[in-house]
């Protein structure tokens, strides 16, 4: 069974702060690795994906992704309150119908 | 135009009812997802279908049948209701890549709470 590891937190931030959110996942032949935001009560939305080691950048938000060690980031920079919520990683399992593996979650809370 | 719904958006029932949940996407995707995510938050795909076909059936109790009349729709039938059954069940679609990426919409979730 894949899986995806992340602390549950709550990350606690100040506002204007970086927030740094961390993923690590199990299977080596993994390809795509997803981030999405998921406040209380809502469903889950996507953030951004990677596929390439190294960052990729949208906006206040940065994915990385170290595949030598199997582990996936997402930087948020300027945290705002708004940005509290859960964030879950997810990696793509290939072996099995190419379905998502989702992480536990890691709470943020941004205070301002 | 809500581009995954989800009806109903909450269910509340009796231990050993039957229930269903609808699903329709309007996106034009070719994959659809039934997840469920437990009171600890933890999201589990429990079945996907890909025009209609089952692609992935996770290891559910058989008491779970999901149907897909075309790929536009997936609902997920309950039979037998338990009290463990209590959750938010998560529709989603995605279209089909050829990068094996699924970039997943979810909808709104339907919160089932077994009494």
């Known amino acids: 069974q894949k899986e995806v590891e992340q602390n549950s937190g709550p990350l606690s931030v100040p506002e204007g702060a970086i927030a740094s959110l961390n993923c690590t996942y199990s299977d080596r032949g993994s390809q795509s690795f997803f981030w999405y935001r998921q406040y209380s009560g809502k469903s889950p939305e996507l953030i951004m994906f990677?596929?390439?080691?190294g960052d990729k950048e949208d906006g206040r938000f940065t994915a990385q992704l170290n595949k030598a060690s199997q582990y996936v980031s997402l930087l948020i920079r300027d945290s705002q309150p708004s940005d509290s919520a859960t964030y879950l990683c997810?990696?793509?399992?290939?072996?099995?119908?190419?379905?998502?593996?989702f992480g536990a979650g890691t709470i943020l809370r941004v205070k301002s | 135009d809500t581009a995954v719904s989800q009806t109903p958006k909450y269910l509340v029932t009796q231990m050993g009812n039957d229930k269903s949940i609808k699903c329709e996407q309007n996106l034009g995707h070719d994959t659809m997802y039934w997840y469920k995510q437990d009171s600890k938050k933890f999201l589990k795909i429990m079945f996907s279908?890909?025009?209609?076909?089952?692609?992935i059936n996770e290891t559910v109790p058989n008491r779970f049948s999901p149907k897909s009349p075309d790929k536009a729709h997936l609902n997920l039938h309950i039979n037998s209701l338990e009290l463990g059954d209590s959750a938010v069940y998560f529709c989603?679609?995605?279209?089909?890549?050829?990068?094996?990426?699924?970039?997943?919409?979810f909808g709104a979730g339907s919160r089932l709470t077994v009494l």
């Open positions: 279908y890909n025009n209609k076909e089952l692609i």
């Open positions: 997810a990696v793509n399992d290939l072996e099995y119908g190419n379905k998502l593996v």
């Open positions: 989603a679609s995605s279209p089909t890549s050829s990068s094996g990426a699924n970039v997943l919409t």
């Open positions: 990677i596929y390439s080691n």
